[in-house]
Structures are given as C-alpha cells and as structure tokens.
C-alpha cells in the first residue's frame, strides 16, 4: 500500500474514502502497536495470537483474547470477548437498512469488516446510492483491515526488542481504562463504568476470570436502570410524560 | 493454552464476532431491535472495558495482584483522558506514570 493512497486514484468516491478513513485511522495506531506487543506477550501460540487479525479483526475483542489467555478459561476468554462485542449488533442493526437492495455477496462480506471507524464512516452517507455506498463501504473497510493487520504486525516486531522493565504487560489494562473514558458520553455510561470495575473488583475470587462477566452484567443493569431514570426525570421536566 | 485451545478460542470469537456484525443484515434485515434492547446494549462497552481493566491489573491473583503503580498509571489515564479525549495522550501519560512511580518504590 502507498503511503498516501489518496494520490494513487483518480476516481472521486474512491479519494474520498481514503481521505475520510485515513485521519480516523492513525488514533488507532497505538492501540494496534499495543495489540502487536501484547500478542509476542500472549500465552497463546505467537501465530495464532496473530491471526486474530484476519479471523477476528476487532481490537478491544482481539486485545482480550490474547491477554486473558494467560489466566482464563477458554470459556471466560471466549464469553469475555462475546460480550466485548455486542456493541457491533447496534451497528448492524443501524446499517441493515442499507443492505437490505445490497447484492446477496456484499450482504454476507460486508458485516465482516464492520468495526467501530467504519461505522462512523459509513453511517452518514446516506446520499450515496446503493452502488456508491457499497464502493464507498468495500473501500474503507479494505482500507482499515490492511493498515490495521501491518500496524499490529509491525506492534510485534517492535515490541519483541522492548526489555521487559519497560512492563508493557501493563499497556493492555491501560489502553482499556482509555477507551472507557473516550467512551462515555452521558451520565448513566459513567453509572455502567464505575458499577462493572467495582463489581468486577468485589468478584476477582469469583474462579476463572467469572468476575469479568459479573462486573459487565451488574454494569450493563446499572447503566440501563440509569439511564430508565434519567429520561424519566427528563420527560417530567419538560412535561413530556 | 495449547494450540489446539487457542485455535478454537480464536475460531470460537472470530465467528462471534462476524455473528455479532451480519447478524441482523444477513438474517434478519429490517427487523428492528427493541427500543430496550438497544437502550441496554449501549452500556455494553463501559461496563465489560472496566471490569476487564481491572480484570488484567489483577493479573488472576485477586486482590493481592493489584500494584500500587497500576493503579497510579490507570487514574492518571483515565484523568488525561477525561482532559484531553485523546488516546495517544492518555496511553503516554498512564506509560510514563507506572515507569515514574516504580522507578520511585
């Protein structure tokens, strides 16, 4: 791949997409050096760890599985990044209505590539036609999934000549401790965060890992009782109940 | 983990994942979801990221696990963070912050 594939086309949907995936990539970067480093660290064998890239291709799930597999149980590694993942069922079901006159291949290889940026992307095109948004989607998405393999392969070559007083084992928790913050945009969110690591601390002797699930289930009930109340509260400010 | 579990751990999430992605494009277009199921689904992401942080600071050894320089590199991440919305700089600060206070005990 070039360095600035913006340059390498002359078509005007094709540039665009590069132009628009490229500033949403490089945030990604350290994440994905991480990701490189954390798979030579895995418990996992190096090229299995590895091939999360093409059989997974989602950071935070693929993050999870090679560090978990250290102290976890395959089945809190595999319901870890399960659960890890159900955010995508709100993109598919926010994207099914431009699939529904999509060609039959597209409906099934599309979903694939599916991850948090092309999301972003792709949600808010609705003026492309269904030919366009498909080119639009493919591109992007191919985009993604090439830099995203190479820059975690690249995260493995650097990281296997960092010393280990460096203690980047400890990257990983902080690169998810990030991610929660950047994630959290209303209150009930913040009510989600704080009830899942608080719940999943009381449970760390919960065996194989099973404090995970416990924190994720009592936050995702806090959360949504949250938020249950604050449109509540909302709806009787503005009299709308 | 043996190869033969890593494998089939792999395989297992990459199939979750892609049935967490088609699922409601391949097999159920147009079928909206309940207004209460996506209402809870948004809190997936905070509630299971923050369990598992603290999941991996423990490192499968309870409470014991827990080092004073984690915890110190994970609250000045999630302050930096909070400040700047910026990854690159929460990932550094939270970095330079564990190498500081080790450096220290």
């Not at chain 1, 000549?161 to 945009?185: H, K, Y």
């Not at chain 2, 603290?54 to 991440?77: M, P, R, Y």
Request: glycine letters at 8%.
């Amino acid at each position: 791949m070039a360095t600035d594939p913006a340059r390498t086309t002359n078509d005007p949907l094709t540039s665009d997409a590069f132009r628009r995936a490229i500033p949403l990539f490089i945030p990604a970067i350290p994440f994905a050096l991480v990701l490189g480093v954390a798979i030579t660290e895995s418990a996992m064998p190096t090229g299995v760890a590895w091939s999360t890239n093409i059989v997974v291709f989602a950071g935070a799930a693929q993050l999870a599985t090679v560090s978990l597999a250290a102290t976890a149980t395959w089945f809190t590694l595999v319901a870890t990044a399960a659960v890890i993942n159900l955010r995508h069922v709100m993109y598919s079901a926010a994207l099914s209505p431009r699939f529904t006159d999509q060609p039959r291949w597209f409906r099934w290889v599309g979903p694939f590539f599916l991850i948090d940026q092309l999301f972003a992307l792709s949600s808010v095109r609705d003026e492309l036609s269904s030919r366009d948004w498909r080119r639009f989607y493919l591109t992007a998405g191919i985009f993604f999934f090439v830099s995203w393999t190479l820059t975690v392969t690249l995260g493995m070559l650097v990281g296997s000549t960092i010393p280990t007083a460096w203690r980047l084992d400890v990257a990983p928790a902080i690169m998810f401790a990030g991610l929660v913050v950047l994630g959290l945009t209303n209150r009930p969110g913040v009510v989600a965060a704080v009830t899942g690591a608080g719940v999943c601390f009381l449970a760390l002797d919960v065996p194989n890992n099973g404090g995970i699930l416990v924190g994720a289930i009592s936050g995702v009930a806090a959360g949504y009782l949250a938020d249950l109340a604050q449109s509540r509260h909302t709806a009787d400010a503005t009299g709308a109940s | 983990m043996s190869t033969a579990a890593a494998l089939s751990a792999v395989l297992a999430v990459g199939l979750i994942t892609y049935g967490s992605r088609a699922g409601l494009i391949v097999f159920l277009a147009d079928r909206p979801l309940p207004v209460s199921v996506t209402r809870a689904l948004r809190y997936v992401g905070p509630a299971v990221l923050s369990a598992l942080t603290v999941n991996l600071i423990a490192g499968g050894k309870g409470a014991s696990g827990v080092e004073g320089a984690e915890v110190a590199a994970i609250a000045v991440c999630i302050v930096v963070a909070w400040a700047t919305r910026n990854l690159i700089a929460a990932l550094g600060a939270g970095m330079v912050t564990l190498w500081v206070v080790l450096a220290l005990l």
